[in-house]
């Protein structure tokens, strides 16, 4: 498959899915459904630096490009994960453009960044790791406050910052709202469009942390980079309907029991 940056300098729009449990297996199935990108989430899941390491493994078995959240803008983990095989990291709670410079030399090697050499687990799978990673590895930043939104100009504007992921709980929080959907609430729905205009106007690509039902509104907005869902929500949401079909109160389904 095409990497990220690949697949949005062709203008592509990609879907993914989202990893939090430590299982290399489950992450693979999740690469098996043909998505773009599967993350795996070390800020938010119950997943550790080896955990992600057998997960990365299994999202490049599965056919899929593996990234991971980091659980901060610190250049020491962003590097692990890289050298684990991620192909792109996304930096959370990155709120102004010094933090997202700062990203973006944790993931790019002198003399556009400062991340240090040593790519166990990447450099076998990508010929020519040290030239090549530089124009490969995705650099994705997280706007999920206030003071991101105020500064979002200058973030987008940063060298090396290939695409932002909006974090819409932590948004929404930092806004006055409740954590979940808020596209009723003009104030949310604003920020939105105000971070999706000053990505199309930097050429970065705009993210969003989604669901099946938000996507096409999502599409909609404008983002190009949407996570349809995470696992455990996907296991949930499965069983029920399974649990649903052998009632015979669900629609007809797949017959696969392995």
């Not at 991620?86 to 990155?94: F, L, T």
């Not at 999920?144 to 979002?152: F, G, I, K, M, Y």
């Not at 909609?220 to 109160?249: C, H, S, W, Y």
Request: glycine residues 10%.
């Amino acid at each position: 498959m095409d990497s990220l940056r690949d697949l949005w300098r062709a203008g592509e729009t990609t879907l993914g899915l989202w990893a939090g449990i430590p299982s290399s297996m489950a992450a693979e199935s999740l690469a098996r459904s043909g998505v773009s990108y599967v993350c795996c989430d070390n800020q938010h899941g119950l997943i550790d630096y080896q955990a992600s390491v057998g997960m990365i493994q299994g999202i490049i078995v599965g056919g899929s490009n593996p990234i991971a959240r980091a659980p901060w803008n610190e250049p020491g983990i962003i590097g692990k994960l890289l050298d684990a095989g991620a192909q792109g990291v996304i930096v959370p709670m990155v709120n102004s453009a010094e933090e997202a410079q700062a990203a973006v030399d944790a993931c790019r090697y002198p003399p556009v960044g400062a991340r240090s050499w040593g790519p166990s687990g990447a450099a076998p799978r990508l010929p020519n790791y040290f030239a090549a990673s530089n124009d490969q590895v995705a650099t994705i930043v997280m706007v999920e406050t206030v003071d991101a939104l105020n500064n979002v100009d200058a973030i987008v504007n940063t060298p090396g910052v290939d695409a932002v992921y909006v974090g819409p709980a932590d948004l929404s929080i930092s806004l006055g709202l409740q954590p979940g959907n808020n596209d009723d609430v003009a104030e949310f729905t604003d920020a939105l469009t105000t971070i999706v205009a000053a990505c199309q106007n930097a050429g970065v690509v705009p993210g969003i942390h989604s669901s099946g039902s938000l996507t096409p509104l999502r599409l909609e907005q404008g983002f190009r980079m949407i996570t349809v869902t995470a696992d455990n929500v996907a296991m949930n949401v499965g069983v029920k309907a399974e649990l649903a079909r052998a009632r015979g109160e669900g629609a007809e389904g797949s017959n696969a029991m392995y």
